[in-house]
């Protein structure tokens, strides 16, 4: 019998050393105990981290929609799946039943068969949050496609991209979407995108805002009429383990979006098998999480974790500052939520705002916090643990990465004991490690390196789309035979990991990942730019927020200066979007770099920090020169 549900430490510390002791039976009972299976696994798990190469559960035959929808119809076919609680509080609330969401799902499945997609084919899901989006990544999945959401605030641009990179066949848009109190042109975004991107055929738009867009003729079809006319009834297409259940894109330090592939059989039982146990959730519980389905935690845990266990999952459409900064306390209170699932830069805009915002909702409900995307400041974790949690909800601070799947450093609610600050310990079946610089583990506790994983687990991504050879070098380089995940951690005393940050050039703002090099790139577009340089700097309620320093062709006045950091925060959002815009641009005549003619952001990053007395040497500098300029004109 595997332990599924987790109750109490002694169980974990057991079940995490019968993870590592066998990791192979550990899968194997879970697998075979909670899942539907077509047909059973000839091999549970082969590897190697040289090529790398894994696969779990090969020779198994399954869908993943079954066990995510078919299988709960028999005794939770009236049970709320899907809880969409829309943008405006005035609009109502609907609630789809797994059986609903079988006929919705499979509705979707017969218009995409009908429109030549097949096993294999990608289609490109650019949509807001609305039943719809979780309904296309279903109906891909029920019938063997491969989805890639991209999240709706990215422009035309990172869209098209990320469209050509994995060569989609379809687009599945809305005419709008709304945020907040504005409504956003989805429709013309995707217009302006397609112009780059001869592999769409179709593209099927769902009607959210009823707004007046330009249908292409033979290309673009509103959704509705062609669902209304397919059958509810669509079989499930039999995958392998090891096909590709979905393509997810993140940022890189350099170069273009990594389409990072998660495959079929072995995301479906780490994100279900964690689901249940980090959220610890129980029939009858309703469970939210504030994420967009366009990033891995919507899809990890909106999407497939949740409706694996049989749960109830909220879909929110809206902001927390809409219509006031009480928004997320009163769908709390409204829809009575158990596990609530957020980031850390919402809490920290949240934190600032007047405490009768959170004090006048009945959050009583509320059994388990969690965060995830950023390193949890102190004072906002307390916050959350106080306010919000008044102190009888555990919070969970999760760990994990677009590129891991599922999560994998978190406490277990009710049963570790939580510390601030730290994600705590490794979930069943993740051997983490700490590296020196020299590439050695550094063992022992109280110890700080760089975070990597020996192991393999079930949902890791098995390679970045069309480039296998970029998937080995980025994770699989740097140390031997072990996977480097970018960040540092330090684990104390009693061993316990606490996230430090990334140790590349990702800079994550306000939860969401950011390389340098296509920001510099957009900005290097400007005509009167020679050359740029991005960092992260500490900001209080993002995290991080970007700062940009530029060599102009020519120096101008001020007055021109104004106008350029305009121009160049336009182009920013025009090439990826708004998310990447610059805080602050300090116009300068040079960029520290080495002898190599590497820019050494270090120094970059120290002064945008304002942590100017520790810059080390810059003697060994090409041009020391510009530092002290640098620091004289920071903003
Ligand atoms: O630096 C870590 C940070 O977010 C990165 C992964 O970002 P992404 O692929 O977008 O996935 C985010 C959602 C899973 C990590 O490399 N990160 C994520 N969770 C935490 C975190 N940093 C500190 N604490 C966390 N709980």
Redesign the pocket.
């Known amino acids: 019998m595997s332990n599924y549900s987790i109750k109490h430490l002694e169980e974990y510390y057991q079940v995490y050393r019968k993870s590592i002791r066998d990791p192979e039976n550990f899968w194997s009972e879970i697998a075979e105990e909670h899942f539907m299976w077509r047909k059973k696994w000839d091999n549970v798990l082969s590897w190697d981290f040289s090529k790398p190469e894994i696969k779990w559960f090969e020779g198994a035959k399954l869908n993943i929609t079954e066990n995510c929808i078919d299988r709960h119809l028999a005794t939770k076919g009236e049970k709320t799946a899907i809880l969409f609680e829309p943008n405006s509080p005035d609009e109502a609330a609907q609630h789809i039943t797994y059986r609903r969401l079988y006929e919705r799902v499979n509705q979707l499945a017969n218009v995409l068969k009908d429109h030549g997609i097949e096993k294999g084919d990608r289609v490109c899901i650019y949509l807001p949050m609305i039943p719809e989006l979780a309904i296309s990544l279903l109906a891909c999945a029920r019938i063997g496609a491969v989805h890639s959401v991209v999240f709706a605030g990215f422009s035309s641009n990172a869209l098209s991209t990320r469209i050509n990179d994995s060569d989609c066949k379809m687009v599945i848009t809305s005419d709008g979407s709304y945020r907040g109190a504005k409504t956003i042109d989805l429709k013309g975004i995707v217009d302006v995108a397609l112009d780059e991107c001869p592999s769409i055929k179709d593209v099927l738009v769902v009607n959210r805002i009823n707004s007046d867009i330009t249908m292409k003729e033979g290309r673009d079809k509103w959704l509705q009429p062609l669902l209304d006319a397919a059958s509810t009834e669509c079989a499930a297409e039999i995958m392998d383990a090891e096909d590709p259940l979905f393509i997810l894109y993140?940022s890189g330090s350099t170069g273009m979006p990594k389409g990072m592939v998660h495959t079929t059989a072995g995301y479906m039982v780490y994100t279900a098998y964690t689901f249940k146990n980090v959220f610890q959730y129980k029939e009858n519980d309703v469970y939210w999480c504030t994420?967009d389905i366009g990033?891995?935690?919507g899809h990890?845990y909106i999407v497939y974790g949740p409706l694996a266990n049989g749960a109830t999952t909220v879909m929110f459409e809206g902001v927390p500052s809409y219509p006031d900064f009480g928004r997320f306390w009163e769908v709390i209170a409204k829809h009575k939520i158990n596990q609530f699932y957020t980031a850390?830069t919402a809490i920290r805009a949240l934190a600032k705002q007047n405490i009768d915002f959170a004090e006048t909702h009945d959050l009583s409900s509320l059994k388990v916090l969690g965060?995830?995307?950023?390193?949890?400041n102190e004072e906002a974790w307390h916050w959350y643990n106080d306010v919000i949690g008044k102190k009888k909800s555990p919070i969970v601070?999760?760990?994990?990465?677009?590129?891991?799947g599922g999560?994998m450093?978190?406490p277990l609610p009710y049963v570790t004991p939580t510390k601030p600050t730290y994600?705590t310990l490794p979930f069943p079946g993740i051997q983490p490690a700490l590296m020196d610089e020299n590439g050695e583990e550094i063992k022992g506790n109280q110890v700080d390196g760089r975070l990597c994983i020996k192991f393999p687990w079930p949902s890791m991504a098995r390679t970045i789309w069309g480039n296998h050879q970029r998937y080995k070098e980025t994770y699989f380089t740097a140390f031997k035979d072990k996977y480097f995940?970018?960040?540092g951690a330090l684990r104390d005393e009693v061993g316990y990991y606490r996230?430090t940050?990334?140790v590349d050039d990702?800079i994550?703002v306000s939860?969401?990942?950011l390389g340098t090099a296509p920001i510099e790139d957009a900005i290097n577009e400007h005509p009167a730019v020679s050359e740029s340089a991005v960092v992260g700097f500490p900001h209080d309620i993002k995290g991080n927020a970007l700062y940009g320093y530029v060599i102009l062709k020519e120096t101008g006045e001020s007055r021109i200066h104004d106008n350029v950091r305009k121009e160049i925060n336009q182009i920013i959002t025009e090439h990826i979007g708004p998310i990447a815009k610059l805080d602050k641009i300090q116009f300068t005549i040079g960029l520290p770099k080495t002898r190599s003619g590497k820019i050494m952001r270090r120094i970059l990053r120290k002064i945008a920090s304002r942590d100017m007395n520790n810059l080390g040497d810059t003697s060994t500098l090409l041009n020391p020169e510009v530092v002290q300029e640098i620091k004289d004109n920071v903003l």
């Open positions: 993140t994420a990033w891995i935690t990890s850390p965060s995830v995307g950023e390193p949890i601070d999760t760990w994990w990465q677009t590129e891991t999560i450093i978190t994600a995940t970018g960040d996230i940050g990334r990702v994550i939860g969401h990942n």
